[in-house]
């Protein structure tokens, strides 16, 4: 399987190493198969969720590294990353927060669970603790209504949060990040 | 090519019941554990997990078997656990945890005495026989009187009383098949899954004699037929809260092992797939759609077979058929579950669209926040694959169709069509001008239909029981049932699926058991950020889509959101707004600019500077947002606003004329204020106050310093004494 023909570069073979460097084999590997399919460019979001599932988040360098390989211009696959919510363009924290501030658990009461989390860890919506532990984020809905208030912390789905569990919600991941690193 | 489908789809039904009968004996005990997002959330996974290590530990592993579905949609109860002993009906249990694994399992799975606590709602009584009454219009119109009712007098003149708490009015097994709506009533006899036809009360009288008395099964009334709902009411007829439902879309739903092909086939699944392909007439699976009067579930309610009759009659070499599972309205989650919960029904509906319209590729777009989702789908397309339901020549068939899967990547606005196929092409997903639809160009500029995941849910139904039977379980306009995600200030909160007309009391008050703690209900929202709040005068509403547009909200996905006393309908508007103009793609100037003024002003309400002028300026700029608007989110965002100005004008009012909010939401319009005839002096509120605001000694009146009080209602909350007051 060869890549698509570069399209004014004469050094190719460098640009193309060194964009295959950055993404690492398994993305390569990826978007070889995406580019022998009928339409190459409509893969460019899949493969964009294969970086953030990787690497989890989309550095600049990421994104140049898929242009070529893709061989999509760098302004449309910045463009699509910074159209759609779900793709992150900063590092994460070791742990990210999502509160859902869909309807079902607005009027369950997401806010106080927010306005309780930015005083425990003296962040606003979007930012990261110092010592890049936690991160805020508001999430749509998270499809688990029913259970309102939900949020979700890395991959686990808390449901019916209360502000007052918040303390020590945060205890026990800060324990167990010391666990993880000791 | 024709009866060969049939054979090799016969084949696999014979497959399909050795696999799933070898999985289990007649004598084993089954213990069913939800495995679904919402499910998971509420600690299913440590269920399973504890049951699996008791199974191990009881060593009997050959007599027990556990078994995994997706969820029922009882959300407020989970995670929910179904035991079924040889020859019981199953019984629930509701907010399992370890503790109650492990009673459950000890006394129940191992002795066979239920563990009466922890029963899911309030099941029947203790009696082993149970009886289903369909109570559906359909059956119930056709009979003189309420034979439930019936059948309870004469059960405790015979002296059986103990059964009559096990004598519940169920809605429609799915029985009432076109030829004989209108005829006759139908019984369900639990544990032994026997479903009689009911003529008239002699009928009745031999059944109780024969059957309830005498234990002998009355051959000359039973009905030979598998109701198509029956393994559900079979299951769950004894909890009021799935009784009084329509089981169509979410026939399979806690009731299936969402992985198992050979579950679903078992259960007559790709049944109308291969119907179809042996019918080998495209045009009749349209009409049958048309005739069915199934109307699109994502929203706009568009008739399918009008849709899917235009990509046929466009001419094109290649045409593509889309399955939205975007579900972008923040509240809703029937996509998911029934993604989650039955996969391959949806695949299957997919695969008729397909083959009706004469696509050979079609896709899933799914949102990416929904990775079980994704995942069963994904598990799904590969197992039809190898069982040669996807791919080239599909049971022999001729008809090659094969199914892809997109990520949607967080943006609302995806969700429209024309903005979904961008999408799907990898662009940013901006709407575009329609005309040309897309049924005549597309994606990649080919025709392509586009419908959501819970139409789809029922093409297979359709299909196999008749579009007749179908358009006559809805409205006259619009067939079937509707799926509704029902959340916020309701009792039971969870999927609910309801014949087309039913009213909104019947869904929030009889199924969803009401507004909690006592609260008024204030309004139900519907349609998410494109509907609008309907106050309680409409709650005689029968629900469907023309009934909905004229009370002045919309049907919309299905979303349906109660709201109390507590919730101020000015900050759900302005909620809604934020969303909107959040999710705005920005193409277009109405929408972007009207947007942001709009939230402008409802900001300026909320934050108590509004004046009365603004109330003409937001409908002012909301009827020019609907108006001029490129796309549908801009549209309809306006529409909270407009449906909260017209039924809740008066709290409006109390913010910009009295700068009061009635619900005491709004933050800059309240005050907190000590009563000084109340205040013991605790000093609780002064410990607990986050900018210590609150002055007084011990034993002393406290008071609260107005300038710095940043109106969290902590104090409120930690006085004991309730000294505090919201103004
Ligand atoms: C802003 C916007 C968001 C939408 N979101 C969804 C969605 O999440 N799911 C869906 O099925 N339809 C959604 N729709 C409606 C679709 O555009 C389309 O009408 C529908 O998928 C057609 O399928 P149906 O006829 O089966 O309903 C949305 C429409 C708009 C304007
Ligand atoms: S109405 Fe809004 S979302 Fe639709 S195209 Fe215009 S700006 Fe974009
Ligand atoms: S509302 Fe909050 S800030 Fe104001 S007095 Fe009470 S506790 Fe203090
Ligand atoms: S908590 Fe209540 S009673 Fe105690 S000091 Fe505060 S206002 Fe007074
Ligand atoms: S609104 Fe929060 S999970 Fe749906
Ligand atoms: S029970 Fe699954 S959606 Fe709630």
Redesign the interface.
């Known amino acids: 399987m060869t890549h698509p023909t570069p399209a004014v570069t004469d050094h190719w073979d460098q640009v193309r190493e060194a964009a295959e460097a950055v993404l690492g084999d398994e993305i390569v590997e990826y978007i070889r198969t995406a580019a022998a399919q009928p339409?190459p460019?409509?893969?460019?979001?899949?493969v964009?969720?294969k970086v953030q599932a990787r690497y989890g988040y989309l550095d600049t360098e990421h994104l140049d590294a898929v242009a070529q390989l893709l061989q999509?211009p760098a302004a449309?696959v910045s463009?699509?990353a910074t159209?759609?919510?779900?793709?992150r363009l900063n590092k994460p924290a070791r742990y990210s927060i999502s509160v859902?501030?869909?309807?079902?658990?607005?009027?369950?009461g997401a806010d106080k669970v927010v306005?309780r989390l930015q005083?425990e860890l003296g962040i606003d919506i979007g930012e990261t603790t110092s010592d890049g532990l936690f991160g805020l984020q508001q999430?749509?809905?998270?499809?688990?209504?029913?259970?309102?208030p939900?949020m979700m912390v890395n991959d686990d789905?808390?449901?019916r949060v209360t502000p007052e569990a918040i303390p020590a919600i945060l205890d026990r991941y800060a324990k167990q990040s010391r666990q993880d690193s000791s | 090519m024709a009866g060969r489908v049939k054979e090799l789809y016969r084949e696999l039904v014979e497959r399909a019941h050795t696999v799933t009968s070898a999985a289990q004996h007649e004598d084993s005990t089954v213990i069913q554990v939800g495995n679904a997002?919402?499910e998971?959330?509420?600690g299913s996974r440590e269920v399973l997990h504890e049951f699996r290590k008791y199974i191990a530990a009881s060593g009997k592993e050959d007599r027990i078997v556990l078994r995994e579905t997706g969820c029922t949609?009882r959300?407020?109860c989970?995670p929910i656990v179904g035991v079924t002993r040889p020859g019981q009906t199953m019984v629930k249990y509701q907010k399992v945890d370890a503790e109650a694994t492990h009673r459950i399992f000890t006394q129940h799975v191992l002795e066979g005495h239920p563990v009466p606590d922890l029963l899911l709602d309030a099941q029947m009584g203790t009696s082993p026989l149970k009886l289903l009454f369909c109570r559906s219009r359909r059956c119930a119109d056709s009979m003189q009187g309420d034979y439930a009712e019936m059948c309870r007098e004469k059960l405790a003149d015979a002296g059986l009383d103990y059964v009559v708490d096990d004598i519940v009015s169920a809605n429609c097994f799915g029985l009432c098949r076109s030829e004989m709506v209108g005829r006759l009533g139908h019984l369900m006899v639990l544990p032994d899954k026997v479903v009689y036809r009911l003529r008239n009360e002699a009928d009745l009288d031999t059944i109780i004699a024969q059957h309830i008395q005498g234990g002998r099964i009355v051959d000359t009334l039973r009905i030979g037929d598998e109701p198509f709902s029956g393994r559900f009411f079979e299951m769950y007829g004894d909890v009021a809260f799935f009784n009084r439902q329509d089981r169509i879309a979410l026939r399979h739903s806690g009731v299936i092992d969402p992985e198992s092909l050979q579950e679903y086939i078992a259960e007559d699944g790709y049944q109308a797939l291969a119907a179809v392909l042996e019918r080998d007439d495209p045009a009749w699976v349209i009409e049958q759609v048309s005739r069915s009067r199934l109307r699109g579930r994502g929203g706009g309610g568009y008739p399918t077979g009008t849709k899917w009759d235009m990509a046929r009659k466009a001419q094109a070499d290649t045409k593509y058929i889309i399955c939205n599972a975007d579900?972008?309205?923040?509240?809703?989650?029937m996509d998911?579950?029934m993604l989650e919960g039955d996969p391959f029904s949806v695949l299957e509906g997919l695969t008729i669209g397909g083959y009706a319209i004469g696509a050979r590729k079609g896709f899933f777009y799914i949102r990416?926040?929904?990775p079980l989702a994704i995942k069963r789908i994904q598990h799904a397309i590969d197992q039809a694959r190898l069982n040669n339901l996807l791919g080239p020549d599909i049971l022999g068939s001729g008809f090659d169709f094969d199914v892809e899967i997109?990520?949607?990547?967080?943006?609302?606005v995806c969700g429209e069509e024309t903005a979904l196929i961008h999408?799907?092409?990898?662009?940013?997903?901006e709407p575009r001008i329609r005309p040309p639809y897309p049924t005549e160009s597309g994606l990649?500029g080919k025709p392509t239909v586009i419908n959501n995941v819970e139409t789809f849910a029922n093409i297979a139904v359709v299909c196999d029981y008749g579009a007749d039977w179908f358009a006559n379980i809805g409205t006259a306009e619009s067939g079937g049932t509707k799926v509704f995600?029902?959340?916020?200030?309701v009792e039971h909160?969870?999927?609910v699926e309801v014949p087309m007309g039913m009213t909104l009391r019947e869904i929030v008050f009889e199924i969803g058991g009401g507004v909690p703690d006592g609260k008024e209900l204030k309004a139900v929202?519907t349609g998410?950020p494109a509907g609008g709040c309907l106050p309680a005068k409409w709650l005689d509403l029968p629900v469907d889509f023309r009934t909905l547009g004229e009370a002045g909200s919309i049907m919309g996905s299905g979303?349906m959101?109660v709201?109390d006393e507590d919730?101020c309908m000015v900050d759900?508007a302005k909620?809604?707004l934020v969303f909107s103009q959040d999710e705005s793609?920005g193409k277009c100037t109405p929408c972007r600019e009207g947007s942001r003024r709009m939230l402008e002003i409802l900001e300026r309400i909320t934050g108590g500077t509004g004046t009365p002028q603004d109330l003409d300026n937001l409908e002012r700029l909301a009827i020019l947002m609907q108006k001029s608007s490129l796309c549908g989110l801009g549209r309809a965002a306006p529409n909270p606003v407009l449906s909260t100005l017209r039924e809740f004008r008066d709290e409006y009012l109390a913010h910009v004329e009295e700068q009061r909010c009635p619900a005491h939401r709004c933050v800059a319009l309240l005050r907190f204020q000590i009563d000084p005839e109340k205040c013991v002096g605790c000093t609780a509120c002064a410990r607990n106050c986050?900018v210590l605001c609150i002055q007084g000694k011990a034993k002393q009146v406290h008071e609260i310093d107005q300038s710095r009080c940043i109106k969290?209602g902590r104090c409120v909350e930690v006085c004991r004494f309730s000294a505090v007051d919201r103004l």
């Not at chain 1, 460019?41 to 899949?46: D, F, G, Q």
């Not at chain 1, 159209?83 to 793709?87: C, E, L, M, V």
């Not at chain 2, 997109?406 to 609302?412: I, K, S, V, Y």
């Open positions: 339409e460019a409509s893969e460019l979001i899949s964009l969720h999509v449309t463009g699509v159209f759609y919510h779900f793709f859902c501030m869909g309807t079902a658990c607005y009027v369950k306005n005083e999430a749509r809905c998270l499809g688990t209504c029913g259970l309102a939900v789905v808390l449901s | 997002t919402c998971n959330a509420a949609g959300c407020s989970e579900e972008g309205d923040p509240g809703a989650f998911r579950s990416a926040e929904y997109r990520l949607g990547a967080g943006a609302f999408s799907i092409e990898g662009r940013r997903g990649w995600a029902l959340a916020g200030k909160t969870g999927m929202q998410g979303g959101i709201m919730d759900i909620f809604f793609c986050p969290c």
